[in-house]
């Protein structure tokens, strides 16, 4: 606590360190799941290999825009500063050093979980879409459908599928667990940017998975 009675409390600032070091850390990890996921990748799509980068390059742009970023950026202008130091000379009197607005820590508290429970809404959304995708992939391991064209529409064993589907249910999982830790008002705020990140990286494998099961179907019919 400061020494000064005037200024018992520190002011509060966002540590830009902290914030690049999630930045950088993120990005090696997306990097390597990146390569990763590639190197099964033994298919001949015309132009998916471009595609799959271009798509995993998205979240980069994120990543950049948030480096460096300005104190609290993460942090709406609802969210207020509930701690104050403007006492009137009779609460000094008192030897009072702060007050606190328990109403405003309250709100506090509500905008974080809102903010959460929108991120948890959106993996929910993906995960019907993961779960919708890998019933297609099973219903195109139709006898029907071998018999009149010789061969399956899509290979459900492929190595490159199944990887991007595993990685998309672990992120999922580990983004829907965000409510846990996101309620520890000012400090949630750089848990809720790496969830936020992951975010990002399942929406990009997600739409990786779907661009090339699309490709696949077109490339079987043309």
Known sequence: MNKNIDQP???MTYNKNLNNIIIISLGIIWIYILKLIYIKYDDDLPYY???????????????????????LVYLGPDYNICSSNNLTEKEKAKNIIGKVDYKCQNSNFSYLLDNTQILIDKTFLMTQQLFALSIFLFATRNKKFIKEYGHYMLNIDNEF??????????LTIFVMSSQIFTSFYYDSSYIFLIYEILDKFNVSLLVALIA???????????
Request: charged share 10%.
């Open 49 to 71: 290999n471009y595609l799959f980068f271009i798509i995993g390059f998205i979240p980069f742009i994120f990543l950049f825009s948030n480096y460096n970023n300005d104190p």
């Open 212 to 222: 090339y099961v699309l490709m696949k179907v077109i490339n079987k019919f043309m």
């Open 9 to 11: 409390y520190t002011p």
């Open 161 to 170: 599928v199944k990887l991007l589907i595993r990685i998309c249910s672990l």
